[in-house]
């Protein structure tokens, strides 16, 4: 997994914060090459769930990542709205449907991020973005060719 430095740094930060109550991240995606994101498109070409190749993502630039919270106890991953990456409307973080505890520790989990600077997708839980996102150019170095 891969993020900017000062991206990574605030991450750490946000992994202190939830280790104080029991929790930790899991990180489930960070950057992504261009070219991926290009192949996505292809696959599933809907800007609600994978950015349009022209513009890039924010995963392109090593600005975003995608996560959810685990009892640090048991390792087991905290129940959420969905399941990560589920393209439908129940991964929206305002859908109005959820289970109120895979709510409770959506919000939970946003409250953390947040607080660290990262901004929440509306479309998906578990994605959030580095204030600041824009100043990082985009990349398309694949992981094997990564130093």
């Not at 991953?77 to 969905?82: F, G």
């Not at 505890?101 to 939970?108: K, V």
Request: hydrophobic fraction near 35%; proline fraction near 7%.
């Amino acid at each position: 997994m891969l993020l900017r430095r000062e991206v990574a740094e605030k991450l750490s930060l946000v992994q202190q914060d939830v280790e104080k109550i029991g929790l930790g991240l899991k990180v489930f995606d960070c950057y992504r090459p261009w070219s991926v994101t290009k192949q996505m498109w292809e696959i599933l070409p809907d800007p609600r769930y994978v950015a349009n190749p022209e513009r890039g993502s924010r995963h392109n630039r090593g600005a975003a990542v995608d996560l959810t919270l685990v009892d640090l106890k048991t390792g087991k991953e905290l129940p959420m709205p969905t399941d990560f990456d589920d393209f439908t409307e129940e991964a929206a973080r305002d859908y109005p449907d959820h289970d109120p505890e895979a709510r409770r520790n959506s919000n939970l989990l946003g409250y953390h991020m947040e607080r660290r600077g990262f901004e929440p997708l509306v479309t998906e839980w578990w994605h959030f973005d580095s204030v600041g996102w824009q100043k990082f150019s985009l990349l398309d170095v694949q992981m094997d060719k990564v130093p």
